[in-house]
């Protein structure tokens, strides 16, 4: 069975490493703060100027001075710190964050990914995402394996406007953990229930496969 | 040294037509609500305005857009203003859309007197196109040029007569970089206080960027997206 | 996420001859007085050091270059030091003199990931020579490239167990952009305190730049000309 | 009669103007903050990160935190602000500052200057004066007219390592004021009782005199 929103978030949330700084893109990868593991130090940074994410306010208590990337509400938690948009990108292309997770149109089996202009029909602006898939160390795509219409979102090549190129390293979808290697889509697990032969079906570029695929364990 | 003037409206003096404004704010977090309002109510127009965001639709640089007071946006992301999205589909409005870490550097290398420099950022992208790339450590970069303009329109939390400026939490975003960017630089604050009251270990932005400061009125400071904990 | 050790000895774990160091400080204001003493006692030689001065001749980096553990010196001023000068006349120190703006700012790059940069500070001069220059606004520049540190050491008046800094008076100086272009940064502080004691709107180094922190002892804070009204 | 160190500080501070903020160089510039007219707000920069320096401190109340570019001990005035050394150099590059004031060893009739290095002898570096003088948007250079042996250090070029090029806009030595202009030094004011032919003299290009040159007022 191929995971919900929460099911993609929890499995990303696996590779957080303890001592990690991290940028949380709009929509799942938000979701992601929510399964960090109990005992595990992360702190998230929001590129609007803010180190040290908290949840989001109890009702009532939201400060339209104090929000996120995505212009939620948030709150802070011990040891944050604000700063303006210029040193916060300094840490991002700096490479101070250890982990980048954003969402995508699409994304290439190079590492290519388009995120921010659909011709003609949306144009929304990069935001900052341009910024951080060239300069974070690590990358990890979430999104769904396909689009509404069932066309896959993980192909040899984008048609849509790129947002950076060779920079994501892994792609997270509601199907399978998918590596990006010299060799291009490396199938590295599935979700519960969710055979290799469909994954493979709803793939836009070929797939390696080693041996057997285990399925996460979420 | 005192910057102090009246209000919003005494602050725009002299802009005119045709010039470019740096706007300070994340999406309508930290905007200068005041000097926005003075420009609405302004009869300029053919404005280059600079920010990283286009406001919403009837608040914030969403309501000078509905005025097509604004010829150019310099931006990054520009979502959630449909009135935005209508007039840059059909051609009215001119948009340079920018990644959000180049448009903070090149707004802080306009006020630094740094005028290009490299960066990663969309080097491959539409973004690069046109521009003179160049490898640095194994990676390609593109360089990218300063900003600057005529007039910066800033919204600080406190600040004093000298025009030294403290932001509050998230509210700080462009603001701070901007503040060095202006030929003239206006700074609308919540609160105003005479010189040396502020702590000078505390000092965002040091007077020199600042040539007008006052306090302003009536905030709303709106909230986009409230979210609470549930 | 604590990143507090012990003192300096600990702090200097992993510190290799012939690495590279930034060490903030201007003149002897705002200087890791505990690391570099925990330099002088270590066996670390063949050093590049980058610092704006090279302290005096019996305190600060003065005390390095007499135990001749520096092989080059990255600065931009280094009067006050005729040990100094002995070992540069002499050709026994290799020095790369930079102008103090291009020197604070190729360090900021280094941790802001610009790999290159114009600045005017320089065009015509011998710093120029072998520099590529471009025009620029109808004023000539020089492209100027980012430093980084395997180690920066600095030091800070208060600092928490999650790195965050706050700087005081001008003892700030290099100690800022040093802290974000160390591939690890060593923060000494006057005054550690747990995360979440420091107001986060006056934190001058968000945590994230720092690697590992303690909080100092028996600081001298020399003053190197003592001047007082008449 | 030549004035002394005071006497050249005291003609600078008639060039300050209300609302300047300006950078003094170490030596006779500094003492130039002694003679900003009564009623007159002037902010003075110190490059290693002081905007609005004080007097010296008063005994006994000297703080090593707390100093000058020349690493003298300072005190702020009200409304003073602290910062780091980049963001000082963006103040200075940035062409925020109105005025700096600077010693020379030589300055040119084209406004090149060498302050720096004496080669084989005295290499101390250029400290923050390279940035200063390519980027302030008026340049004064305070210096005596001629050397310890009574060679010209007005002159048609430097034999010194340069500092800037085309950067000096005036001058103001112990003998005169002079301007440089399009046509190179061109003199404005003489100390008092010192004669046109002594400037000329002691001076190593040639100077524009146009009509009568006033006396300094002092």
Redesign the interface.
């Known amino acids: 069975m191929s995971l919900d929103k929460n099911g993609i978030a929890k499995r990303i949330a696996q590779e957080l490493q303890d001592?990690y700084?991290v940028n949380l893109g709009i929509g799942i990868p938000t979701l992601v703060a929510n399964y960090v593991p109990d005992g595990m130090?992360v702190?998230l940074?929001?590129?609007?100027?803010?180190?040290?994410i908290g949840?989001?306010?109890?009702?009532?208590?939201?400060?339209?001075?104090?929000?996120?990337?995505?212009?939620?509400?948030?709150t802070?938690i011990?040891?944050?710190?604000?700063?303006?948009?210029?040193?916060?990108?300094?840490?991002?292309?700096?490479?101070?964050?250890d982990l980048t997770v954003l969402g995508a149109f699409e994304v290439t089996d190079k590492g290519?990914i388009s995120s921010w202009k659909i011709p003609?029909k949306?144009?929304?602006?990069?935001?900052?995402?341009?910024?951080l898939v060239?300069?974070a160390k690590n990358i990890i795509v979430a999104t769904t394996h396909t689009d509404r219409n069932g066309n896959p979102k993980l192909k040899a090549a984008c048609s849509l406007?790129?947002?950076?190129?060779?920079c994501v390293k892994k792609i997270v979808s509601d199907l399978a953990v998918i590596e990006i290697t010299e060799k291009g889509f490396k199938l590295l697990e599935r979700a519960p229930g969710v055979s290799v032969e469909e994954i493979v079906e709803k793939t836009g570029a070929p797939l390696v496969i080693d041996g057997e695929i285990p399925e996460m364990q979420i | 040294m005192n910057k102090v003037v009246k209000d919003a409206s005494e602050a725009i003096k002299g802009m005119e037509s045709g010039q470019t404004l740096m706007l300070g704010g994340f999406g309508l977090c930290g905007i200068p609500e005041n000097t926005i309002k003075a420009l609405v109510a302004s009869e300029l127009k053919d404005l280059t305005c600079i920010s990283n965001n286009a406001g919403v639709d009837n608040f914030g640089l969403g309501a000078l857009l509905r005025k097509h007071q604004i010829k150019k946006m310099v931006s990054s992301y520009v979502g959630e203003n449909k009135e935005f999205e209508r007039q840059m589909l059909s051609g009215e409005l001119e948009v340079d859309l920018v990644p959000q870490g180049t448009l903070a550097e090149r707004i802080r290398a306009g006020g630094a007197g740094i005028p290009a420099f490299y960066v990663p950022a969309g080097y491959g992208t539409e973004v690069g196109e046109g521009k003179e790339s160049r490898e640095f450590n194994g990676k390609m970069h593109l360089l990218e040029h300063a900003l600057t303009a005529d007039f910066a329109v800033i919204k600080a939390w406190k600040g004093d007569a000298m025009g030294n400026l403290i932001f509050r939490e998230t509210a700080n975003n462009f603001n701070q970089p901007m503040a060095m960017a202006g030929k003239i630089t206006i700074a609308e604050v919540e609160e105003l206080v005479p010189a040396g009251e502020l702590d000078p270990n505390q000092i965002h932005t040091p007077g020199v960027f600042v040539q007008r400061i006052f306090q302003g009125v009536d905030y709303e400071k709106r909230i986009e997206f409230e979210t609470v904990r549930e």
């Open positions: 001592g700084y130090d702190v940074q929001s590129e609007n100027g803010l180190l040290g949840p989001f306010p109890e009702k009532g208590k939201a400060d339209a001075d104090l929000i996120n990337a995505g212009k939620q509400t948030v802070t011990a040891g944050s710190s604000f700063f303006d948009s210029s040193l916060s990108f300094a840490m991002i292309r700096g490479g101070h964050i290519d003609g949306m144009v929304k602006g990069m935001g900052g995402a341009m910024d060239a300069a406007p790129l947002t950076g190129v060779n």
